[in-house]
Every structure is written in structure tokens, then in C-alpha cells.
């Protein structure tokens, strides 16, 4: 007669609104569009507010010419979601 296992891992409070708190992060949410840019950038982090994208700057005309949408904030790892634009 074969027998099953279940071995149960407590985890502690703290380990737990970690994993809550990576969770979180890992889902994307949608970037925050700022009233005016600031340098340049145009959107910001909804976790942190830190300004997120990567500025593409066209040197020969001197203008941005395009804002790269990253994928996680650089700042706090926020997945990020940008896809109303
Ligand atoms: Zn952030």
C-alpha cells in the first residue's frame, strides 16, 4: 500500500507580504501620464513616481525622437504597463 506525503512549510508573517509584495511587482500596472513632461519623459512609475521610459535622443536633429517603453520600473521593479499608448 503506497502512502502519500503532504509536508505543509510555515512561513512567517514578514516571508509572506514579501511574497505578497513580489507578487505585486510582477504584475504589470499601468504607467501614470504625466500632465506635462518633466526632461523629456513623459510617464511616470504607479509604484514609486520615479519617471520611467528611456529617451531616445536624436542627436543629428536635436530632438527626442522617440520615449522606449521599459518593461519594469529601474527604481522599485514594478512590472509596467503601457499599453494605452
Ligand atoms: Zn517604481
Same mark, same amino acid.
Given at each position: 500500500m503506497s502512502e502519500i506525503k503532504i509536508k505543509a512549510v510555515a512561513i512567517t508573517e514578514e516571508e509572506y507580504n514579501e511574497y505578497l509584495e513580489l507578487k505585486e511587482k510582477a504584475t504589470p500596472k499601468k504607467v501614470v501620464k504625466l500632465k506635462k513632461s518633466q526632461y523629456g519623459y513623459t510617464h511616470q512609475c504607479p509604484s514609486c513616481e520615479r519617471l520611467v521610459g528611456t529617451i531616445v535622443y536624436n542627436v543629428n536633429v536635436r530632438i527626442i525622437s522617440e520615449i522606449e517603453h521599459d518593461n519594469? =520600473? =529601474?527604481? =522599485?521593479g514594478q512590472a509596467l504597463d503601457w499599453s494605452d499608448e
Amino acid at each position: 500500500m503506497s502512502e502519500i506525503k503532504i509536508k505543509a512549510v510555515a512561513i512567517t508573517e514578514e516571508e509572506y507580504n514579501e511574497y505578497l509584495e513580489l507578487k505585486e511587482k510582477a504584475t504589470p500596472k499601468k504607467v501614470v501620464k504625466l500632465k506635462k513632461s518633466q526632461y523629456g519623459y513623459t510617464h511616470q512609475c504607479p509604484s514609486c513616481e520615479r519617471l520611467v521610459g528611456t529617451i531616445v535622443y536624436n542627436v543629428n536633429v536635436r530632438i527626442i525622437s522617440e520615449i522606449e517603453h521599459d518593461n519594469y =520600473c =529601474c527604481s =522599485c521593479g514594478q512590472a509596467l504597463d503601457w499599453s494605452d499608448e
